[in-house]
């Protein structure tokens, strides 16, 4: 069974950063691609960034593109995303996600999930 564990996550003023990381455990970390996903509240889960498993793609939400940051460490086990420039509207929850084949998804249709880290940005 994967395990997935985001941590990071937090309150944050506008214009900030955080890091979030995401340790996976249970089978080996490289053969997954990875993705960000986030969800505020009233509104449907979101792909925010992903990552093939090798790292050597790594794919972003337009509204994140420049502002954030997606890579990984396959010996650690961990994925990060990189937030600079926070906004309010970055405000949500943010998990990460992992699947086997067919390269990194922008809907979520992954295999596995983690339990979700609130972010909250204020203005």
């Known amino acids: 069974q994967v395990q997935l564990v985001e941590s990071g996550g937090g309150l944050v003023q506008a214009g900030g950063s955080l890091r979030l990381s995401c340790a996976v455990s249970?089978?080996?970390?490289?053969?997954?691609?990875m993705g960000w996903f986030r969800q505020a509240p009233g509104k449907e889960r979101e792909f925010v960034a992903g990552?093939?498993?090798?790292?050597?793609?790594?794919y972003y939400a337009d509204f994140v593109k420049g502002r954030f940051t997606c890579s990984r460490d396959n010996p650690k086990n961990t994925m990060y995303l990189q937030m600079n420039s926070l906004k309010p509207e970055d405000t949500a929850v943010y998990y990460c996600a992992a699947r086997e084949g067919n390269g990194v998804a922008y809907v979520p249709v992954y295999d596995y999930w983690g339990q979700g880290t609130q972010v909250t940005v204020s203005s």
């Open positions: 249970g089978r080996t970390f490289s053969r997954y691609h």
């Open positions: 990552i093939s498993w090798s790292g050597d793609s790594t």
